[in-house]
């Protein structure tokens, strides 16, 4: 399981997702989540973003190398995600 913490100083984290997983679960510390985006980096180095709120609870994809969470600038409610691989 990987944490990512993001806060008011932090609003940027990438995580590295081993090879072979093929379904990713999230899960949030708040219901409101419209404020952190979410980018789904392949295996070819593509991104696709949302907010993560539209990837809420799991991400269903072969070949994510990476995934690269973005909070607002407006936002000050620190957030935490919890990340199983499978």
């Known amino acids: 399981m990987i944490t990512v ?4 100083k932090s609003r ?5 997702i081993p090879s072979g997983t093929k379904r990713l679960l999230l ?3 708040r219901a409101k989540c419209k404020d952190v ?4 980096v392949d ?3 593509q991104a696709k973003g949302k907010p993560l709120e539209k990837w809420l609870p799991h991400i ?3 070949g994510v190398s990476a995934l690269r969470f973005m909070m ?3 936002s000050t409610q620190p957030i ?3 990340i199983t691989c499978k």
């Open 5 to 8: 913490h993001l806060t008011a």
């Open 12 to 16: 940027v984290e990438q995580v590295d």
């Open 27 to 29: 899960e949030v510390s």
């Open 37 to 40: 985006l979410l980018e789904v």
């Open 43 to 45: 295996d070819s180095g």
């Open 60 to 62: 269903k994809q072969k």
């Open 72 to 74: 607002n600038d407006f």
């Open 80 to 82: 935490k995600i919890q």
